[in-house]
Nanobody, 124 residues
Framework: QVQLVESGGGLVQAGGSLRLSCAAS????????MAWFRQAPGKERDFVAS????????YYADSVKGRFTISRDNAKNTVFLQMNSLKPEDTAVYYC?????????????????WGQGTQVTVSS
């Protein structure tokens, strides 16, 4: 079955950087668009970034444009989220997600596969 496993979260000071990874298995990775979402306490899960089958087509939420970069390594079945200039408002659980029926991924409604999430905490 499809599994998505996130890693790389942690505690960082404002202005710092983190790189999240999402390792995928059980799917033909290079044929799936991939996405990152985040959910802060008491808030809805929000779209962060997504990528099509190669690095040439990427999409970002306005709140992270210019600070976050999504990329993928199809040889390693992994999608990354490089997060720079982190702010306290970036604190959330970050999830990767995919669905063979959806490309590009621009919102989380009805997506079939989700990871378990990784916590990112940005201190001020």
């Amino acid at each position: 079955q499809v599994q998505l496993v996130e890693s790389g979260g942690g505690l960082v000071q404002a202005g710092g950087s983190l790189r999240l990874s999402c390792a995928a298995s059980g799917l033909s990775f290079r044929t799936y668009a991939m996405a990152w979402f985040r959910q802060a306490p008491g808030k809805e899960r929000d779209f962060v970034a997504s990528i099509m089958y190669t690095d040439s087509n990427t999409y970002y939420a306005d709140s992270v444009k210019g600070r976050f970069t999504i990329s993928r390594d199809n040889a390693k079945n992994t999608v990354f989220l490089q997060m720079n200039s982190l702010k306290p408002e970036d604190t959330a659980v970050y999830y990767c997600a995919t669905d063979p029926r959806v490309a590009p991924i621009l919102n989380g409604a009805g997506l079939r596969y989700w990871g378990q999430g990784t916590q990112v905490t940005v201190s001020s």
